[in-house]
């Protein structure tokens, strides 16, 4: 089986996030126009994302970090130890091949 056909899709992944950053709003208790105010994120961007989950990346890092929840991009396509050490060895090896 394709490990690939297990995951979702952007489109489902973009409504995803719309969808738990509205929760989030809601549990702030704040409205769109506030949140929209309080990120600098026009408002017709903020019910756009809301609604279809299209929106920029730095408009959503924005609303992240306007309710505190910018740290929860810190690790997007962060690289493993082990990824570095892989990388590292690949290095070494093109490397000697040079020489």
């Not at 299209?54 to 910018?70: D, N, T």
């Not at 990824?83 to 090896?93: G, R």
């Amino acid at each position: 089986m394709n490990p690939y056909t297990l995951r979702k899709q952007p489109p489902q992944l973009a409504l995803d996030l719309a969808t738990r950053l509205r929760a989030l709003r809601k549990d702030a208790r704040l409205t769109q126009a506030q949140l929209a105010e309080r990120s600098a994120v026009s408002l017709a961007s903020l019910r756009r994302f809301e609604a279809s989950g299209q929106i920029s990346l730095l408009s959503l890092l924005k609303l992240a970090h306007a309710l505190g929840r910018q740290g929860d991009f810190e690790q997007v396509f962060a690289t493993a130890p082990d990824d570095v050490a892989a990388l590292e060895d690949l290095m070494s090896a093109k490397i000697r091949q040079r020489e």
